[in-house]
């Protein structure tokens, strides 16, 4: 029997991880600033706007990517592929910092498309870390703040984790320095660097993006202009611009919205919004009963009833109030008429899904 000589096993990650749960479930704090820092990051996304010019153009490609190497960097620390997350971690700053590169002049559907593409040229190389801070700070808000909080060196303090990716010595290879077995071993330690590490990551890239669309950090209610439908512009809802509160430093948000207040682009936004006029009760149940449709579309009248009845256990609610039972017996209605009452668009088209298939 031909037994392949492999030490790091699928079963060696298994264990690995069985102790890496263990351990977050036994220190809630840690566990909980790990989700914090996922919905910060997943939040630092809708800064980055999207309009009919950029939209699919891969402008949004780069931060995309940065989010990905940031979930598979917590993957691979769960199995105790610690070298291997903090390498993902490090290609996660890079391109988080280059969503703002590319998108410096708000030009990022044009900046980006040797890059994207993976041409065969020198404009298409992944432009090196000097080459990006030389761009950022020709923007005036990142210049501004770095005068003042030197965020270059925050991320030049990040600069250990390029000896991961080559491997600088046995502190920086698979076995970290330590006298261990060679295989995965589950190490506190380190997983607790991660977080540290992750939190700074998070906080540079954070950074570059409310500087350069500071009107994310403006708090505005912008359901009252436009309901349900808030055209990504950059803004954020009060609740977001709280919830990076709690991760980002305070003298750092401090001073991006004193920025902002001095930014006139944001500014004219603002005034340009306020100019519009509010959404009516009646308009903003228009657009949640059109939103409804495209849902019932997808699953049929049945089930998309079955789902709000299961959201009606959750939140411990006894019946639906008036304005759902209207909305309810519209969108039945709409249903039968349409043929989506026990059927989806596809039954109708007779186009079988992937699970069908």
């Not at 030490?7 to 989700?35: A, D, H, R």
């Not at 309009?51 to 917590?74: K, V």
């Not at 669309?213 to 359901?223: C, L, M, R, T």
């Not at 305070?250 to 001095?262: G, S, V």
Request: contains cysteine; aromatic residues 14%.
């Amino acid at each position: 029997m031909n037994i392949p000589p492999y030490i790091y096993e699928p079963e060696k990650s298994i264990e690995v991880y069985k102790k890496t749960s263990k351990y977050l479930s036994e220190n809630q704090n840690l566990k909980g600033k790990i989700s914090e820092l996922g919905w910060f990051y997943h939040i630092i996304g809708m800064t980055v706007p999207q309009n009919w010019d950029n939209l699919f153009s891969g402008h949004f490609f780069a931060f995309t990517e940065s989010w990905d190497e940031l979930q598979i960097s917590y993957n691979l620390l769960n199995f105790g592929l610690y070298k291997q997350a903090f390498v993902s971690l490090r290609s996660g700053l890079e391109l988080g910092m280059l969503s703002v590169y590319y998108n410096i002049n708000d030009e990022g559907h044009n900046m980006v498309k040797d890059w994207l593409l993976s041409k065969d040229s020198y404009e298409a190389n992944t432009p090196r870390a000097n080459a990006i801070w030389k761009v950022l700070l020709s923007n005036e808000n990142i210049k501004t703040f770095n005068k003042k909080h030197d965020l270059k060196s925050e991320f030049n303090e990040l600069g250990f984790l390029h000896n991961y990716v080559h491997t600088k010595g046995s502190r920086y290879s698979n076995k970290f320095g330590k006298m261990k077995t060679n295989s995965q071993t589950f190490e506190p330690e380190l997983l607790k660097t991660w977080v540290q590490t992750y939190e700074k990551v998070a906080t540079i890239v954070c950074t570059l993006h409310l500087l350069k669309y500071p009107i994310s950090v403006v708090k505005f209610d912008y359901s009252k202009k436009f309901g349900i439908d808030i055209p990504s512009f950059g803004g954020l809802e009060t609740y977001n611009i709280e919830k990076i509160r709690k991760i980002l430093p305070e003298p750092y948000l401090n001073t991006i919205e004193e920025i902002a207040k001095n930014d006139s682009k944001t500014q004219e936004t603002i005034e340009e919004i306020k100019s519009f006029p509010d959404k009516t009760e009646e308009e903003v149940e228009n657009q949640i009963r059109e939103m409804e449709k495209s849902f019932i579309e997808g699953m049929s009248f049945i089930k998309w009833l079955k789902h709000q009845e299961s959201l009606l256990e959750m939140f411990e609610e006894k019946e639906f109030g008036e304005v759902m039972n209207k909305r309810i017996s519209y969108l039945k209605n709409w249903s039968l008429e349409n043929g989506y009452y026990d059927k989806t668009k596809l039954d109708i088209l007779g186009i079988k899904s992937n699970k069908e298939k």
